[in-house]
T-cell receptor, first 112, second 118 residues
Framework: QKEVEQDPGPLSVPEGAIVSLNCTYS??????FMWYRQYSRKGPELLMY????GNKEDGRFTAQVDKSSKYISLFIRDSQPSDSATYLC????????????FGSGTRLSIRP | GAVVSQHPSRVICKSGTSVKIECRSL??????MFWYRQFPKQSLMLMAT?????????EQGVEKDKFLINHASLTLSTLTVTSAHPEDSSFYIC??????????????FGPGTRLTVL
């Protein structure tokens, strides 16, 4: 079993839709939960991180962590074609983030 | 701020040759740099961690004699793939992290290097 599981998609939605991306994990020691966006042939960029359980909102993006279920989500409101990318969830056990475990990524396409 | 560059962005080489990839932090000093490998439709896998002036720490299963890492300065790390073979073809991504600051010590990722070994 992988430490982090993520549906690879692809996921295609119309512009303006709400997008829900999810990951599950097995290691209860994870404390920091991140979402990265990766455009084709580019390195990943950090969208947001969350510490422990709870919600965090940043503009159109909302991250949720449920440690009891070992389940994390990223919601994108009012999705735009520019949001089309691969979204990677990632986790680490501490804030130094010396070892980040990544999901395999979900490829998202927003149709104009 | 926090820009990380990689060079080259793409390289094609013959089997048996060596390839060097550079990773630079352009606007901050990176006390730690990381090297990842990403196969198509798979997650980034950490290969090694290097601290400036120290030997790199390799993840289990990564051959240190094949993937030579040098972190000679606070802004430059290099990865040399020695005697490359077709199975080494992959997307290699570096990241850099500054000295600790803030509640979460973010890694900043470079744009990656696509290596194709013929």
């Amino acid at each position: 079993q992988k430490e982090v599981e993520q549906d690879p998609g692809p996921l295609s939605v119309p512009e303006g839709a709400i997008v829900s991306l999810n990951c599950t994990y097995s290691n209860s020691a994870f404390q920091y939960f991140m979402w990265y966006r990766q455009y084709s042939r580019k390195g990943p960029e950090l969208l947001m991180y969350t510490y422990s359980s709870g919600n965090k909102e940043d503009g159109r993006f909302t991250a949720q962590v449920d440690k009891s279920s070992k389940y994390i989500s990223l919601f994108i409101r009012d999705s735009q074609p520019s949001d089309s990318a691969t979204y990677l969830c990632a986790m680490s056990v501490d804030s130094s983030a010396s070892k980040i475990i990544f999901g395999s990524g979900t490829r998202l396409s927003i149709r104009p | 701020g926090a820009v990380v560059s990689q060079h080259p962005s793409r390289v094609i080489c013959k089997s048996g040759t060596s390839v060097k990839i550079e990773c630079r932090s352009l606007d901050f000093q990176a006390t730690t740099m990381f090297w990842y490998r990403q196969f198509p439709k798979q997650s980034l896998m950490l290969m090694a961690t290097s601290n400036e002036g120290s030997k790199a720490t390799y993840e289990q299963g990564v051959e240190k004699d094949k993937f030579l890492i040098n972190h000679a300065s606070l802004t430059l790390s290099t990865l040399t793939v020695t005697s490359a073979h077709p199975e080494d073809s992959s997307f290699y991504i570096c990241s850099a992290r500054a000295a600790r600051g803030g509640p979460y010590n973010e890694q900043f990722f470079g744009p990656g290097t696509r290596l194709t070994v013929l």
